[in-house]
């Protein structure tokens, strides 16, 4: 039992076993009372984020598939990790990175996952991005609408499940027949995702992690900085 156990007395080591016990459990106290040890020892939050709650999620994701643990385990899962990352959400997001460029980030219609979303969130603007995040289960109207009112450099979909990873083409095919496509960059991720799905719909990019999320979106701001759009050229 946790509960037993003084955090505090872990070697690094120890403790990043217990983080992936503990998530496993849905014990979010003691989650988040790691994460601040690990602060307290001095760990840089991205470490924490991927060696302790990242792969701890990782590790729920196989005992989920294999049927051993069901949903209303994963939810308390899914909330402890969410508690650790609200922990490490400031010190991610506030590198003090030069202004990059703006991103609308969602999940798709059908689709309630957003710890992987949240994340890729949290590093981009860590990168200096600023990010509207529309949330999850959002049908294209949704998507359409913030990309009006917000004029995104980057629209980022995200989606867990193979049942709804298509509806990415919905999104896409929908701004080319406003016109629009070619106005936005538009990166897509998720588990079930590869580069091939990436190209069949339509994307510029298929992230895998969120560290790609941040170094493609720095790449392709780059490229539009040097485009003909991005300096006002006439484009015929
Ligand atoms: Co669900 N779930 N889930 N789930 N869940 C998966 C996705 C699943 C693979 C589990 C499994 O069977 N092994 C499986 C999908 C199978 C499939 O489609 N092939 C599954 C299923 C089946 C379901 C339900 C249908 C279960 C049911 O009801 N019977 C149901 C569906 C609900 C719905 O959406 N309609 C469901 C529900 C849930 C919970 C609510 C319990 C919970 C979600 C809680 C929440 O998100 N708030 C949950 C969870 C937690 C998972 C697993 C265990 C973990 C997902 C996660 O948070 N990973 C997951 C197993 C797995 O993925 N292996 C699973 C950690 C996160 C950091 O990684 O999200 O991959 P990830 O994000 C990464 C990259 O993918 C990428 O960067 C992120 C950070 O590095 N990325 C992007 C993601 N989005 C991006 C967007 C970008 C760029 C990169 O834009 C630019």
Redesign the pocket.
């Known amino acids: 039992m946790s509960d037993e156990i003084d955090l505090h007395a872990l070697s690094d080591d120890e403790l990043i076993e217990q983080v992936h016990q503990d998530l496993y459990d849905g014990l979010r106290e003691e989650v988040e009372e790691a994460v601040r040890i690990f602060l307290d020892r001095k760990w840089a939050p991205y470490d924490v984020l991927t060696k302790a709650l990242?792969e701890g999620?990782?590790i729920?994701?196989v005992d989920?598939?294999d049927g051993i643990l069901f949903?209303p385990e994963?939810?308390l899962?899914?909330n402890s990790m969410k508690a650790g990352m609200a922990i490490l959400q400031p010190l991610l997001a506030s590198s003090g990175a030069p202004r990059m460029g703006k991103m609308v980030?969602g999940t798709v219609k059908?689709?309630?996952?957003?710890?992987?979303?949240n994340?890729?969130g949290m590093m981009m603007e860590g990168a200096g991005f600023e990010v509207i995040d529309i949330g999850i289960n959002n049908p294209v109207e949704n998507y359409l609408a913030a990309l009006e009112e917000h004029r995104p450099d980057i629209l980022?979909?995200?989606a867990?499940?193979?049942?709804t990873m298509p509806y990415m083409k919905v999104v896409i095919d929908a701004m080319k027949e406003k016109g629009i496509r070619h106005d936005y960059v538009v990166?897509?991720?998720?588990?079930?995702l590869n580069q091939a799905f990436a190209d069949a719909v339509g994307a510029d990019g298929y992230?895998?992690?969120?560290a790609v999320?941040v170094e493609m979106a720095k790449s392709f701001m780059s490229q539009r900085q040097g485009s003909p759009q991005a300096r006002g050229d006439v484009v015929t």
């Open positions: 990242v999620m990782r729920v994701g989920f598939r949903v994963v939810l899962s899914a980030i059908g689709d309630i996952h957003d710890i992987g979303k994340l890729v980022g979909m995200s867990l499940l193979t049942t990166l897509v991720g998720g588990a079930p992230c895998r992690d969120a999320a």
